[in-house]
Nanobody
Framework: QVQLVETGGGLVQAGGSLRLSCAPA????????IGWFRQVPGKEREFVAR????????YYADSVKGRFTISRDNAKNTVYLQMNSLTVEDTAVYYC???????????????WGQGTRVTVSS
């Protein structure tokens, strides 16, 4: 069972940047497609971005396109989410997840982290 761990969340002012990291507690994520999702209380988990296992294919939600960049370093067994030009609407708990398929649906992801909180202040 692959357990993922997210790090890098925190408090940032609007317009600022954060970089989230996703790495497995054990094993490897090299063969998995990785997605980032986010969730605020009372709302469904929302797709943010995904990257395929080779790192050559990425896809973003419209709400983050041009501001967020997903990347992976398989040598370091880590996936990143660089978040720039943050707004208060980006405040959420961010989760990374692994899947054997490329998908924007959280139902297709079988391995999840515990989440890292991102708070953007105005």
């Amino acid at each position: 069972q692959v357990q993922l761990v997210e790090t890098g969340g925190g408090l940032v002012q609007a317009g600022g940047s954060l970089r989230l990291s996703c790495a497995p507690a054990e094993h490897t994520v090299r063969s998995y497609n990785i997605g980032w999702f986010r969730q605020v209380p009372g709302k469904e988990r929302e797709f943010v971005a995904r990257i395929d296992w080779t790192g050559t294919s990425t896809y973003y939600a419209d709400s983050v396109k041009g501001r967020f960049t997903i990347s992976r370093d398989n040598a370091k067994n880590t996936v990143y989410l660089q978040m720039n030009s943050l707004t208060v609407e980006d405040t959420a708990v961010y989760y990374c997840a692994g899947s054997i398929v490329r998908s924007e649906s959280s139902a297709q992801y079988t391995h999840w982290g515990q989440g890292t909180r991102v708070t953007v202040s105005s």
